[in-house]
């Protein structure tokens, strides 16, 4: 397999984690970030990856998208949805003829957010089930299984989104290109409306959440109503797919603190509007209720406005 060149625009947990088992597989990544401390940790003492294979740092080049000079194969998008525009912005030079853009971020969007900066014929959206956690600056863990869907925007076939595919699985990154890339998108967005918007609202770790009875209710009941909504928008997504991946997460994700908590918790502003926002925008296109979901988006905003 030829070594692609590939930058990591937000390289928070989910991008340092792709980045570094990328990097270790022999593709030549470049990190881009705008945190301080993310950017000293990396240059001063390389990336800390810690997962299921083990423990090892590996030297990474980490800039500010300005910094940086290559034109990259792939540039895959992983910062959060509320800062998509301004980091692709300051990245816009790195976007050249070849490039092709990749998001891999949480909520609906987002290849509209990349469509300024790209034709549709090289733009790709996907979904991750990675679970990844920056327990410090320069150091990200996961642990568990996962699985990554990837299709171009435009439902095109592309042979460089089959190719980075392939890396992905040879960076232990289980990966594959999947014309029902958007039915997964969906039933991830069920998932993290659940549990992403139920954690932050209790301040519960994943685990903390599935050991309440409750909350496993709550959790199922949720991921319903905005699956329904995905079904008004002509997707056969698979209601028992979705509900088994969130028993899977409640039961062997248990340390894992969803990035919305993560941010609450810094008083940092979260990812709301495209996860249960968004659903909430499309159930009443279809005058669909989802009124769990449309609490917890009103009870996570507050949460924002308090903090």
């Given at each position: 397999?030829?070594?692609?060149r590939i930058s ?33 940790a990396v240059r ?264």
């Amino acid at each position: 397999m030829s070594a692609l060149r590939i930058s990591i625009l937000g390289a928070g947990a989910m991008g340092s984690l792709f980045g570094g088992l990328l990097a270790e597989v022999g593709h030549a990544v470049e990190l881009l970030d705008v945190n301080p401390a993310q950017i000293a940790a990396v240059r001063e003492r390389g990336l800390l990856i810690r997962n299921d294979a083990g423990e090892r740092r590996l030297a990474l080049p980490i800039m500010r998208p300005e910094e940086a000079t290559t034109q990259p194969d792939w540039l895959i998008v992983f910062t959060k949805a509320m800062h998509t525009q301004g980091a692709l912005a300051a990245a816009k030079h790195l976007i050249g003829p070849q490039t092709r853009l990749l998001s891999l971020q949480n909520g609906l969007g987002n290849a509209e957010k990349l469509a300024g900066f790209a034709d549709a014929s090289r733009i790709a959206i996907g979904m991750t089930t990675v679970p990844a956690d920056l327990v410090a600056p320069g150091e990200v863990h996961s642990h568990g299984q996962s699985r990554t869907r990837v299709v171009m925007a435009d439902g095109g076939k592309e042979p460089a989104l089959a190719a980075l595919a392939a890396a992905l699985n040879a960076a232990g990154l289980p990966g594959a290109v999947d014309p029902d890339a958007v039915v997964a998108i969906w039933e991830k967005v069920a998932f993290n409306v659940a549990l992403n918007s139920l954690c932050a609202v209790t301040q519960r770790t994943v685990g903390g959440l599935g050991g309440a009875a409750e909350g496993r209710r709550l959790d199922h009941a949720v991921a319903s109503e905005v699956l329904a909504v995905a079904q008004a928008e002509g997707l056969a997504v698979l209601a028992q797919r979705t509900h088994a991946t969130i028993d899977h997460a409640l039961d062997h994700h248990g340390g894992h603190k969803p990035s919305m908590l993560q941010d609450l918790l810094a008083k940092r502003p979260t990812e709301i509007e495209t996860l249960n926002g968004a659903v909430v925008r499309v159930a009443e296109k279809h005058s669909i209720a989802a009124p769990r979901t449309e609490a917890l988006y009103a009870l996570v905003k507050m949460a924002e406005q308090a903090a």
